[in-house]
T-cell receptor
Framework: NFMLTQPHSVSESPGKTVTISCTRS????????VQWYQQRPGSAPTAVIY?????PSGVPDRFSGSIDSSSNSASLTISGLKTEDEADYYC???????????FGGGTELTVL | EVQLVESGGGLVQPGGSLTLSCAAS????????IHWVRQAPGKGLVWVSR????????SYAASVKGRFTITRDNAKNTVYLQMKNLRVEDTAVYFC?????????WGQGTMAIVSS
C-alpha cells in the first residue's frame, strides 16, 4: 500500500501561478498514472488532469500536470489564477497490487 | 445525457444496514467499471469499492471489506452497494463514478448517516 500526501492548503493572488504537490510514499510515482480532480463546495469532483499530464476536453490549458521522479511526486500547476479556480484539489493513482485506488488528502486552494 | 444518479442514502443506527444504488444512463453501461468513493463531512475523498464491467470481479478498501458488497445489474444499468454492520465512521456522502482511464463521470452523491 502507498499513500499520496498533499499540502493541506495553498493560496495565491489572481493572475499568479500556483503549484500543488502530491508525494507518493512508496513505489515509483512514474509506475502508475496520476489524475487530478477539482471539487467545489457541494459538488462532485471533476477531472482536470489525467494520465499525469493530459487535460480532459473542456479544461483550459491554464491547468497542467507533471511528475518528478527525483522527489517521487506529481504536481498540478494552475497559471493565470482566477477566483473560479478556488476549490479543493485531489490527486489520485491506482494501486494495482491491491486492486484499489488511492486519493491524496486534498488541497484547499484559495485565490485572493 | 451521460449521467450517474445515486440513491438510497439515509439515517441508520450503528450496526444497521443500507443499500445504495447508482443508476446509469446515456452510455453503454455494461462496458464500464464502476467505483464507489465516499467523503465524510469536511473530509477528503476515500475510495471504497469497484466492480468490473461484467460483475465478476470486485475489490474493497480494507476499512469496509467483509461489511460492504458491490454488485451490478447490467439489464437495469445499475450498481448497488450493500452496506452492513454500519459504523459511525461510515457516515459520508457516497459517490459512484465511471472509470474510463480516469473517473470521468461522477454522480451527485447520496448521504449515509450512521448515528444513534
Amino acid at each position: 500500500n502507498f499513500m499520496l500526501t498533499q499540502p493541506h492548503s495553498v493560496s495565491e493572488s489572481p493572475g499568479k501561478t500556483v503549484t500543488i504537490s502530491c508525494t507518493r510514499s512508496s513505489g515509483s510515482i512514474a509506475s502508475t498514472y496520476v489524475q487530478w480532480y477539482q471539487q467545489r463546495p457541494g459538488s462532485a469532483p471533476t477531472a482536470v488532469i489525467y494520465e499525469s499530464d493530459r487535460r480532459p476536453s473542456g479544461v483550459p490549458d491554464r491547468f497542467s500536470g507533471s511528475i518528478d521522479s527525483s522527489s517521487n511526486s506529481a504536481s498540478l500547476t494552475i497559471s493565470g489564477l482566477k477566483t473560479e479556480d478556488e476549490a479543493d484539489y485531489y490527486c489520485q493513482s491506482s494501486d494495482f497490487n491491491n486492486h484499489a485506488e488511492v486519493f491524496g488528502g486534498g488541497t484547499e486552494l484559495t485565490v485572493l | 445525457e451521460v449521467q450517474l444518479v445515486e440513491s438510497g442514502g439515509g439515517l441508520v443506527q450503528p450496526g444497521g444496514s443500507l443499500t445504495l444504488s447508482c443508476a446509469a444512463s446515456g452510455f453503454t453501461f455494461s462496458s464500464h467499471w464502476i467505483h464507489w468513493v465516499r467523503q465524510a463531512p469536511g473530509k477528503g475523498l476515500v475510495w471504497v469499492s469497484r466492480i468490473n464491467s461484467d460483475g465478476r470481479s470486485t475489490s474493497y478498501a480494507a476499512s469496509v471489506k467483509g461489511r460492504f458488497t458491490i454488485t451490478r445489474d447490467n439489464a437495469k444499468n445499475t450498481v448497488y452497494l450493500q452496506m452492513k454492520n454500519l459504523r459511525v465512521e461510515d457516515t459520508a456522502v457516497y459517490f459512484c463514478a465511471r472509470l474510463s482511464g480516469f473517473f470521468d463521470i461522477w454522480g451527485q452523491g447520496t448521504m449515509a448517516i450512521v448515528s444513534s
